[in-house]
């Protein structure tokens, strides 16, 4: 885990701060996404703890809920303040480090 966000961070040269933490935060919703995907291929292994999604949610929900996510973290920021999609991005990178890091104690990798 640490290792892929190192890369995150700082295998993108030439980027704004911004645009780094815009990769990184998105590069960890599909890590997210990927582990789900597992969840909801096996319901009688995992739950899924995401309220808006259910405990059991289809792959197709899944896909829907994550591709939303994705677009929304590229849309959503640019109705704020430059100091405001760096909160943005810290808060989702710091969320979604959290799930990932449950998600991985339980067996469920993303790769």
């Known amino acids: 885990m640490r290792y ?3 890369f995150l961070f700082f295998g993108v040269s030439g980027c704004s ?8 935060s998105s590069g960890l919703l599909i890590a997210d996404w990927k582990q789900t995907l597992v969840i909801a ?3 009688d292994m995992y739950y899924e ?3 808006i999604i259910g405990k059991h949610p289809s792959e197709d ?3 829907l ?8 973290n ?3 920021p640019k109705l704020l303040t ?3 999609q760096t909160y943005w991005y810290v808060g989702l990178i710091i969320l979604e480090s959290v799930v990932i890091r449950q998600n991985l104690q339980l067996g469920l990798n993303f790769l």
């Not at 911004?18 to 990184?24: G, M, V």
């Not at 809920?65 to 929304?72: D, K, P, Q, S």
């Open 4 to 6: 892929l966000l190192i």
């Open 17 to 24: 701060l911004n645009d780094s933490l815009l990769i990184a």
């Open 41 to 43: 291929k096996n319901p």
């Open 49 to 51: 703890k995401n309220v």
């Open 61 to 63: 929900k899944v896909n």
């Open 65 to 72: 809920y994550f591709g939303t996510c994705l677009l929304g």
């Open 74 to 76: 590229v849309l959503l």
């Open 82 to 84: 430059d100091k405001q």
